[in-house]
């Protein structure tokens, strides 16, 4: 299948995700503020957290089980890097109340400004920042 | 017991969906961004998929007067755009670039075992608790 097929039948199943936490959870399905709450928040609120952050990490190891096409290769990051970016990701996705799946799928599905105004900023913000890497890498 | 089954359910789903689609892989993930360069729409089908499926299923579940297993919806309630939104977001998007993960993606390829991807997560999550300690002074 082209892998623009698969990446609509991902992104849909993203959005089955996103349905099911609202109507029988009544929550976002926001990653990075799940995640974080599974360390803030008191201890009636971490355990839902935590599954959810466990079924993604079993829902990701499935398709490469099936499949060996699905497992990406390796990360072209060093750990070094993989570090100073991961702190980042972590410090703006919790300042910014939200990653790609809270503001970018759930908040614009529902047509929130806040959510329209983040997609854009940190498209915009990885877009500059590819762009340098590679003009500085050449990779 | 609903609301757990539920929880795990709904991030099983999401997890294949991540593999599924394309954002596990890094590279594919930076020549998306690689907007002025060798650019590469596939994330943009994601993106596409994932809003399609969400904008029309939340118009029927938000109808009703409650989800099933809780007394009401959870939804956010700020509505201004402030500081720590436009940093937060200025922040990540280039934390996003750097690695070409953002956190779904990121625990989604926990289990394939590379370096990169095991330093990201902790990181990540330092990250997540240094914001809960400095968000209120921004």
Redesign the interface.
């Given at each position: 299948m082209h892998?623009?097929?698969?990446?609509?039948?991902?992104?849909?199943?993203?959005?089955?995700?996103?349905?099911?936490?609202?109507?029988?959870?009544?929550?976002?399905?926001g990653?990075?503020g799940i995640?974080?709450g599974v360390?803030?928040q008191g201890a009636g609120e971490r355990?839902?957290?935590l599954?959810?952050?466990?079924?993604?990490?079993?829902?990701?190891?499935?398709?490469?089980l099936l499949n060996a096409d699905?497992?990406?290769?390796?990360?072209?990051?060093?750990?070094l890097?993989?570090?100073?970016?991961?702190?980042?990701?972590?410090?703006?996705?919790?300042?910014?109340?939200g990653?790609?799946?809270g503001?970018?799928?759930?908040?614009?599905?529902?047509l929130?400004?806040?959510s329209i105004?983040?997609?854009l900023?940190?498209?915009?913000?990885?877009?500059?920042?590819?762009?340098l890497?590679?003009l500085t890498t050449g990779g | 017991m609903g609301k757990l089954l539920a929880a795990l359910a709904s991030g099983i789903v999401f997890g294949i969906g991540m593999a599924v689609s394309g954002m596990t892989n890094t590279k594919r993930v930076q020549d998306f961004l690689d907007f002025f360069g060798a650019w590469d729409p596939t994330l943009a089908f994601v993106m596409g998929g994932g809003l399609l499926v969400t904008t029309l299923g939340y118009r029927f579940v938000l109808r009703n007067p409650a989800p099933l297993f809780a007394g009401s919806f959870s939804l956010p309630t700020k509505t201004d755009i402030d500081k720590s939104l436009l940093i937060g977001a200025t922040l990540f998007g280039i934390g996003w670039g750097l690695v070409g993960y953002c956190p779904g993606p990121a625990l989604a390829g926990l289990t394939y075992g590379y370096a990169p991807t095991l330093a990201f997560i902790p990181a990540m999550i330092a990250g997540l608790l240094l914001a809960q300690k400095i968000a209120p002074k921004i």
């Open positions: 892998h623009f097929v698969l990446a609509a039948i991902g992104g849909g199943l993203v959005g089955v995700a996103a349905i099911m936490m609202m109507a029988l959870n009544g929550r976002i399905a990653v990075s995640l974080s360390f803030t355990l839902w957290r599954l959810f952050v466990l079924g993604i990490v079993i829902g990701g190891a499935l398709p490469p699905f497992k990406p290769p390796l990360p072209s990051a060093g750990v890097l993989a570090v100073v970016g991961g702190l980042l990701v972590g410090l703006g996705t919790g300042l910014g109340s990653c790609t799946s503001h970018g799928i759930c908040g614009i599905a529902r929130s400004k806040r105004i983040a997609t900023t940190f498209m915009t913000a990885g877009i500059i920042t590819v762009t890497l590679r | -």
